[in-house]
């Protein structure tokens, strides 16, 4: 996946949270925009435990490997407004 997708979803407002699907099945939970860093060749995700103020720990993945952006609620993921 590009990195633009992800950050257009991450700017979304009001923010949609979502899941990134992974290649290999695994999907990791974006409840809230300051939970993803992203650069050119890696995407961080903080992992949080319910209740938690900071994350237990840090998942890094490429972004090759994140096949798609899934809303949490089940909504179709909204489309960018074109400009």
């Known amino acids: ?28 939970e974006v409840r809230h925009p300051e939970m993803v860093l992203v650069s050119r060749t890696v995407v961080a995700v903080g992992v949080y435990r319910p209740g938690d103020s900071k994350p237990e720990h840090i998942v890094l993945r490429d972004p090759i490997n994140i096949i798609r952006i899934e809303p949490l609620d089940g909504r179709a993921r909204p489309r960018p407004r074109r400009k």
């Open 1 to 28: 996946m590009r990195t633009t997708e992800i950050e257009t979803q991450l700017r979304q407002r009001p923010f949609v949270p979502f899941l990134l699907r992974m290649s290999d099945g695994h999907a990791l």
